[in-house]
């Protein structure tokens, strides 16, 4: 438990975005509080990819000599726990953890990521990361010239084969349901001998979470060795909508070129605003957030 209990910046969230955010706050010797559960939403996927000097990496080995790191700044201090209420004061903010802790700062930075709603079909969970895989830059290499499904409609699935196709060229598209392309897609999709599959789907037989085949509503089943899915999301935290923080049409929290929010003297990193979910970007918004944060500190004080 940390002494002190007001501090120049909280971070919520403690994983690649948070971070990088408290480095670049500790290395301008600022009071830094992170909050943080300890649940990262990537603790299932095996290895991380696309990130110079930590390619293939777990992302447990990546957040821990991250965090290594940033603890030899003596003015970034740790709270293990969950951020469960923040509130505007005179002068900052406080927040208020599940064990009801309390802490203030004059600014605020929300590393929270967000929350993968999960579909209802058996076995999608168990797999989700480690073979039911959300982005091609992340792990598509791994399964180049293999099974592929793409468990997507629309302009999302249509997205996600042009890049795979790259990839592999033995794709199936899984509707679960009707399939909504129109004329121009299908002449597309055709011409790469992609299929589409509108039958829903029962369950995801799997090893350890990778994809064995997909078993259909009507009994049939294809063999499958990863799956891109596109599933809906829920901020992490919903601290920053209590606080005022405005969303995007997406759901992501609403940030300037500067990692600003809506609400003044709060910012936002990493995956709660931004569609490019990945640990690099993660990392470049938070060390951006953090030295933005530093910059508005010296403006107030010099």
């Not at 970034?76 to 406080?94: D, P, Q, R």
């Amino acid at each position: 438990m940390p002494k002190d209990k007001n501090y120049e910046v909280i971070i919520i969230g403690g994983s690649y975005a948070g971070l990088s955010a408290a480095m670049a706050l500790g290395r301008s010797l600022r009071q830094v509080l992170i909050i943080d559960s300890g649940l990262p939403c990537n603790r299932q996927t095996p290895h991380s990819h696309n990130f110079l000097t930590q390619d293939g990496k777990t992302p447990k080995e990546i957040s821990t000599l991250a965090k290594q790191q940033v603890e030899k700044y003596e003015t970034v201090k740790f709270y293990n726990g969950l951020a469960s209420t923040g509130t505007k004061t005179i002068n900052g903010f406080e927040i208020i953890t599940d064990a009801n802790d309390k802490f203030t700062a004059k600014k605020l930075v929300f590393a929270t990521g967000i929350k993968d709603i999960m579909p209802d079909i058996k076995g999608f969970a168990e797999c989700w990361g480690i073979s039911i895989i959300h982005c091609p830059y992340c792990h598509g290499f791994e399964y180049h010239n293999q099974n592929t499904g793409i468990m997507a409609n629309g302009a999302k699935a249509f997205h996600l084969a042009s890049l795979v196709n790259n990839l592999t060229k033995k794709i199936t598209i899984l509707t679960t349901g009707k399939a909504g392309f129109n004329s121009e897609q299908i002449e597309k999709l055709n011409k790469h001998h992609i299929k589409i599959i509108e039958t829903n789907i029962s369950g995801i037989e799997h090893e350890n979470g990778q994809v064995k085949n997909v078993i259909f509503e009507d009994g049939s089943q294809l063999e499958f060795n990863a799956i891109y899915a596109a599933i809906p999301f829920t901020q992490h935290s919903d601290i920053p909508l209590s606080l005022g923080c405005e969303l995007t049409e997406q759901g992501y929290i609403q940030v300037d070129s500067f990692q600003k929010t809506t609400v003044e003297g709060v910012f936002a990193c990493g995956d709660n605003s931004v569609m490019m979910r990945s640990v690099a970007n993660a990392v470049y918004s938070g060390n951006f957030a953090g030295a933005m944060v530093n910059n508005l500190l010296t403006a107030a004080d010099f």
